[in-house]
T-cell receptor, first 115, second 113 residues
Framework: GQQLNQSPQSMFIQEGEDVSMNCTSSSIFNTWLWYKQDPGEGPVLLIALYKAGELTSNGRLTAQFGITRKDSFLNISASIPSDVGIYFCAGQPYSLIQGAQKLVFGQGTRLTINP | AAGVIQSPRHLIKEKRETATLKCYPIPRHDTVYWYQQGPGQDPQFLISFYEKMQSDKGSIPDRFSAQQFSDYHSELNMSSLELGDSALYFC????????????FGPGTRLLVL
């Protein structure tokens, strides 16, 4: 089945540093989504990408939908303590059928920030 | 803005018992998805419903069943619970269209003893 390979698995950075993480797959995806999850809570949507090559920003976050439709990256600039958490990429596998498509998740990137 | 509501937030059950988890989607969202997340794992898709019909099925055990009701809320029924069923169970909702996005609820933490 479709699998997403997310890297790195964990990051330890200093406050104020920039962060970059990415997801790759051997399969094509219709949609790429990036979520942040705090312990014991539900994933919170950060950025949604719908078109190959699309570059979207949300405050200090920037994400891109790879041109091959098989990868995506998320950048966080000038990290702050509240950025701590687990970041998941998720993709909707390519399908000719619109709507109601499940999400396949990456393994997550655990971000730790030293103040 | 209204979000996805899940109940209960926490549930403790004994082995072989049954459990029912409820999900209330965001208003005007007609599609519901259920995911299971084990400790340290990524969410795994279980099942989804669109307009009260099952639309997709993932790695959901035969002991589990789910349905979507006329008001679009959904229930996940889990029977003959096993220790390995202990996990976070998330419901997500979306409004199908060209730019479909899934929004997740806060989850139900199920502990099977």
């Amino acid at each position: 089945g479709q699998q997403l390979n997310q890297s790195p698995q964990s990051m330890f950075i200093q406050e104020g540093e920039d962060v970059s993480m990415n997801c790759t797959s051997s399969s094509i995806f219709n949609t790429w989504l990036w979520y942040k999850q705090d312990p014991g809570e539900g994933p919170v949507l950060l950025i949604a990408l719908y078109k190959a090559g699309e570059l979207t920003s949300n405050g200090r976050l920037t994400a891109q939908f790879g041109i091959t439709r098989k990868d995506s990256f998320l950048n966080i600039s000038a990290s702050i303590p509240s950025d701590v958490g687990i970041y998941f990429c998720a993709g909707q596998p390519y399908s000719l059928i619109q709507g109601a498509q499940k999400l396949v998740f990456g393994q997550g990137t655990r971000l730790t920030i030293n103040p | 803005a209204a979000g996805v509501i899940q109940s209960p937030r926490h549930l403790i059950k004994e082995k072989r018992e049954t459990a029912t988890l409820k999900c209330y989607p965001i208003p005007r969202h007609d599609t519901v998805y259920w995911y299971q997340q084990g400790p340290g794992q990524d969410p795994q898709f279980l099942i989804s419903f669109y307009e009260k019909m099952q639309s997709d099925k993932g790695s959901i055990p035969d002991r589990f069943s789910a349905q979507q009701f006329s008001d679009y809320h959904s229930e996940l029924n889990m029977s003959s619970l096993e220790l390995g069923d202990s996990a976070l169970y998330f419901c997500a909702s979306s409004r199908p269209g060209l730019l479909e996005t899934q929004y997740f609820g806060p989850g139900t933490r199920l502990l099977v003893l």
